[in-house]
């Protein structure tokens, strides 16, 4: 993950979190317990530490140049922790949790939980997203102008195949791309779902299964499920825009 991770990127990245730890913890001593948690050393092994903390003249923490001694692996697991974004690694997630914020609270407190596992547990990570798109899917599925009803045990793919016929975007009658588009929405989300079920600890694993470990496939995830939950959340607004109730208010025609 290191080496995918450019110094230009290192250092925007470094400015954007020392500005939320300040914002987080407002006295040097909070600052540096904080800091303390991520520090690691071995004085058996060539006093090896994997970063320095650097100090000003008065001993206080020099943050900016302790958070630039990290690694790019460490400053981006500070940053999903202090919150924040990281649209080098999942362009979506920004305008993605916006959008689901006030409108599917759970979704958004699922893939909030999903962000922060990434770097270390990308298996729940994955289990998360696949949650938060399911409960995208059942919560368009609520609207009373859709004609299918969930049980609510329908699997994210079961959930793709229902809202992508309910959306018409398999219909015979549209161009053999948008179709194509539309079966593999459905692939994708398939595909997440065998991740979560098959390749995680979601479900009962043996020593023999292979499980992802590695966080790049976790990014790789989040932002197939960024993009396709902003797809399915923008599509059902225009084309299924709510209704304006109007309030039919009394006139009263005397002048007094």
């Known amino acids: 993950m290191n080496e995918l991770i450019s110094p230009k990127y290192q250092m925007k990245l470094v400015k ?12 040097y001593r909070e600052v540096k317990l ?5 520090y690691q050393s071995d004085e058996y092994n060539n006093n090896w530490e994997n970063f320095r903390i650097a100090q000003k003249s008065n001993n206080e923490i020099d943050l900016l140049q302790t958070l630039h001694n990290m690694d790019g692996q460490l400053i ?7 919150g924040v974004e990281t649209p080098d690694f999942i362009p ?17 407190d699922t893939f909030t939980k ?10 729940i990570a994955i289990g998360l997203a696949n949650s938060a798109l399911e409960s995208i899917i059942k919560e368009i599925l609520k609207d009373k102008r859709l004609k299918t009803k969930v049980t609510g045990n ?43 079920s098959e390749k995680t600890d979601f479900h009962g694993k043996t020593e023999d299964d292979y499980l992802i470990k590695d966080s790049i496939y976790a990014y790789f995830v989040l932002n197939a499920v960024s993009t396709v939950g902003l797809f399915l959340n923008t599509f059902y607004k225009t084309k299924f825009p ?14 007094f």
Request: charged residues 30%; aromatic residues 8%; glycine residues 2%.
């Open 114 to 123: 999903a962000f922060k596992q990434i770097e270390t547990d990308p298996g």
């Open 242 to 255: 709510k209704e304006i109730v109007l309030i039919d208010e009394e006139v009263d025609d005397l002048p």
């Open 16 to 27: 954007s979190v020392e500005t939320a730890i300040w914002e987080e913890y407002k006295t």
């Open 92 to 108: 979506s997630i920004p305008t993605f949790r916006n959008e689901i914020k006030s409108e599917v609270k759970t979704a958004y």
């Open 76 to 82: 981006l697991k500070v940053a999903i922790d202090i």
């Open 154 to 196: 329908e699997t994210l793919y079961r959930l793709s195949c229902i809202i992508i016929k309910e959306f018409n975007l398999n219909n015979s009658e549209n161009p053999k791309e948008i179709k194509t588009i539309g079966n593999s929405l459905i692939t994708v989300c398939q595909a997440i779902e065998t991740l979560r």
């Open 34 to 38: 904080y800091i303390d948690k991520w």
